[in-house]
């Protein structure tokens, strides 16, 4: 067997094994992703830079368009960013020191050590930021503001155009992940048996 595979079959084992702390950490990290975009629609609709998100955009110069994304950055930081990465860090730490037990802590240590040898790379982009763009065109077609010069519609149109077009990529290409994920996990499960 090669070592590839060893490695593979041990992490399997060991996320059946602990998949109460794997689904409390994906739902800490969705919570973060909802909460991010929600930050990112109030800053709009509550900063005096951009007019309360009634700003067109030819009322922006680069200053007041960098302050803008300054600010917005610290705000992200601020509420969501830093208070995810502490919850991120409590439920390690918890498991880590209270619930794991002693030979899977020396497992995956040993497998750690094995794994700083191992450098991995990956050079090519995704797909996901250009299925987004074509989401967000289709949004704004949708929405006949197609032929619309840029400069005629505020800025806070642009930021929500974008974010639905970001939630119904993940809508449409989340729901049968998670449907082959699910199916991928019972026909595992069954084999196991």
């Known amino acids: ?20 702390a794997i689904l409390i950490f994906g739902l800490a990290c969705l919570g973060f992703f909802i909460w991010f975009f929600t930050i990112i629609l109030m800053y709009v ?8 998100g009634e700003w067109f955009l030819t009322d922006f110069s680069i200053g007041t368009g960098i302050l803008w994304l300054l600010v917005l950055i610290g705000w992200e930081l601020l509420l969501a960013v830093l208070p995810t990465v502490g919850i991120l860090c409590l439920i390690v730490a918890i498991y880590w020191f209270a619930i794991l037990p002693e030979e899977d802590k020396e497992a995956i240590k040993t497998r750690e050590r094995k794994d700083k040898k191992k450098k991995y790379r990956k050079t090519e982009g995704g797909g996901f930021t250009f299925l987004i ?5 289709i949004v704004v077609f949708v ?17 929500g155009a974008y974010l639905q077009g970001f939630i119904w990529v993940c809508i449409i290409a989340g729901i ?5 994920i699910l199916i991928y996990i019972f026909v595992k499960s069954k084999k196991s048996e």
């Open 1 to 20: 067997m090669s070592e590839e595979l060893k490695e593979e079959i041990f992490w399997k084992g060991m996320a059946k094994k602990h998949w109460p």
């Open 45 to 52: 609709d509550n900063s005096d830079i951009g007019g309360y």
């Open 133 to 137: 763009t074509i989401a967000f065109l």
């Open 143 to 159: 929405q006949d503001q197609w032929l619309t010069p840029i400069g005629n519609l505020p800025y806070s149109y642009w930021i």
């Open 176 to 180: 049968p992940i998670l449907i082959l």
